[in-house]
């Protein structure tokens, strides 16, 4: 288990209240731990998408034009074998 830090943190009283009837008051700071946790993943996953933008030229994947042909790509991907197993 990763070591804990004591913090203080002010939060409207509504707020804690609010907590406190989904989590209970002796699980506050766990249903905290987890919120933080669930909104920072969505934060670096925002910030990763942000620096990526542009990477990729329209014009160097044709096969991406529309949504459909995504898709089918897609597809075609998921129904290749990649590992055939020890029978092949």
């Known amino acids: 288990m990763a070591m804990r830090v004591a ?3 002010m939060l409207p009283a509504d707020l804690v209240a609010e907590i406190d009837e989904v989590a209970g008051r002796r699980n506050r ?3 905290i731990e987890e ?5 920072l993943k969505r934060e ?3 910030l990763a998408i ?3 933008a542009g990477a990729w030229k329209a014009e160097d994947y044709p096969e991406f ?3 459909e042909m995504v898709v089918e790509w897609v597809r075609a991907r998921r129904a290749e074998v990649t590992d055939p197993g020890p029978e092949a």
Do not use: D, G, M, Y
């Not at 919120?35 to 909104?39: E, G, L, M, P, V």
């Open 35 to 39: 919120a933080a946790r669930a909104k």
């Open 50 to 52: 942000e620096r990526s």
């Open 44 to 46: 670096q996953l925002r």
């Open 7 to 9: 913090t203080n943190l």
């Open 65 to 67: 034009a529309t949504p």
């Open 29 to 31: 700071s766990h249903f």
